[in-house]
């Protein structure tokens, strides 16, 4: 084997393992969430693929030939490139969300395909190394080789291929080209050899396409597809991931369908007078609910949206009439960094629906961007905030006291029962500098059947109690949620 095939074969390689869990985040989101949990398995269960790869290699390369070693691990590990999509698809509904299901998930769908992978490179170097003499420079070129190839493969996916190409199509094309480095690694190639990995390769990309899954379409961050009721046909809601995200009345932009967005409507309709014209900033796109109620119910509204996946936005404007609505200014990008770009004292109302799985990311979380809020609201504006929690409601203290820290008046919006042993869902916490009219708020919430779901200042100051004010330095939303 001369060195410059041996090194492609190695840099292949390794942008496969790369290219496989880049996109296993992805794939395992809408069954287990997108979480620092989620994320941890796929990279731990890399890890422990690699290692187990590289141990394997290296001791069959010294029992058996190592070019067939490689051919054999570049093989399978094409064939398990092919059936991780499958897998997920079909495993993850049993498996449901949550920490241990996302362990599983990733490790039954990538493990064999990245230890088969990670074999590669200790085979191809035993079968370059002829003698002891000048050893370290075939390790180091290779190791190097392998290491440019895993830079390539999570890079170009993550910047490049994903915007541009469908999963199962970035899927496809590894495999293909693993399985053509198989084939041109191996000295002997019988034809019951070819045929039999054609075969599963055909069978296993046919399943790969055939197999179905919960997206509409797979957008750079999001699995993301919209649901109708063959009930009411104007009826949308937009799902993420796993989440129901949005719900929108294509014939009603003023029907609210989620307690959330009505309450949210409650705060902005008993802090300004009715009818008149907000400047409002949208932190989190969605099915653009707030934008499309406060065109209809406050007309000459401008409502500036901070939307980091352009893939809802195009899947709004196909299926949801987003392009529709008056007054729209989108913005593409992370909300925080476009928040600071704002000017100061801009906005009427700013309002936190952004989410990753179930939990607000955690740098929208922190006082530092509380304090950016507070710098582009008005005198007289509020900030209001859908948190997902659940008992013991830990992320939800934390962001009403990390609010609370930087805003004078705060308030919380969640039904009684929510806030009971064993309750959760979704809560609205509310910050001002001036004071939150707290009686109005609770009429509003008594006459659509939730009494007693208000809290003014010192009800919400004292569910916070002693909770941490989240920072950019110490922001564990995911684990307070657990």
Do not use: K
């Not at 490139?81 to 998930?105: H, K, Q």
């Not at 088969?116 to 002891?132: C, G, K």
């Not at 404007?317 to 925080?336: C, H, K, N, Q, S």
């Amino acid at each position: 084997m001369n060195a410059l095939f041996a090194r492609i074969v190695v840099l292949v390689s390794g942008a496969a393992i790369l290219v496989v869990e880049t996109l296993a985040t992805r794939l395992v989101a809408p069954y287990v969430g997108l979480t620092l949990e989620s994320t941890s398995a796929v990279i731990g269960v890399a890890l422990a693929g690699i290692a187990a790869g590289a141990s394997l290699g290296g001791r069959w390369a010294d029992v058996l030939p190592p070019r067939r070693v490689a051919a054999g691990a570049l093989a399978v590990g094409g064939l398990g490139v092919l059936a991780v999509r499958p897998l997920v698809r079909v495993l993850g509904p049993a498996l449901g969300p949550g920490p241990l299901a996302a362990v599983v998930l990733v490790a039954a769908s990538t493990l064999v395909s990245v230890t088969a992978l990670a074999m590669v490179t200790p085979a191809v170097t035993r079968a370059r190394i002829a003698q002891v003499e000048g050893a370290g420079a075939v390790i180091g070129g290779l190791s190097a080789a392998g290491t440019v190839g895993s830079l390539a493969g999570v890079f170009l996916t993550g910047f490049v291929l994903v915007a541009l190409l469908p999963v199962a199509v970035i899927l496809l094309v590894t495999a293909a080209a693993c399985l053509l480095m198989a084939a041109f690694t191996a000295v002997e190639r019988t034809r019951n050899a070819v045929v039999g990995t054609a075969v599963t390769a055909a069978v296993l990309a046919a399943a790969l396409v055939a197999v179905p899954g919960r997206c509409d379409v797979d957008t750079v961050y999001y699995c993301a597809s919209v649901e109708t009721d063959p009930a009411d046909p104007h009826a949308r809601v937009l799902v993420l991931d796993d989440l129901r995200h949005s719900a929108i009345d294509l014939a009603d932009p003023t029907h609210l369908e989620f307690a959330y967005t009505q309450r949210f409507a409650d705060v902005i309709d008993t802090a300004f007078a009715p009818g008149v014209p907000l400047d409002a900033v949208h932190v989190g796109g969605g099915g653009f609910t707030m934008p499309r109620f406060l065109a209809a119910t406050r007309p000459g509204s401008a409502s500036t949206v901070l939307e980091v996946d352009a893939g809802v936005v195009e899947l709004g404007r196909r299926e949801l009439g987003v392009a529709e609505i008056p007054g729209v200014d989108t913005r593409i990008g992370d909300a925080r960094s476009l928040l600071a770009a704002l000017p100061s004292a801009s906005a009427d109302v700013v309002v936190g629906d952004a989410f990753g799985a179930r939990s607000v990311p955690w740098h929208l979380a922190t006082a530092e961007f509380a304090a950016d809020v507070h710098r582009v609201l008005r005198h007289d504006g509020i900030y209001v905030l859908n948190v997902i929690d659940h008992e013991p409601w830990d992320l939800l203290a934390a962001e009403l006291a990390t609010l609370a820290a930087r805003f004078p008046h705060v308030a919380l919006l969640a039904r009684p029962e929510q806030l009971a042993p064993g309750g959760g869902g979704n809560a609205v916490v509310v910050a001002s500098d001036l004071p939150i009219d707290v009686a109005a708020l609770a009429d509003r919430a008594a006459a659509r059947g939730e009494p007693g779901s208000v809290r003014g200042d010192e009800g919400a100051r004292r569910f916070a109690g002693d909770a941490r004010v989240l920072t950019d330095d110490r922001a564990p939303v995911d684990q307070l949620m657990s």
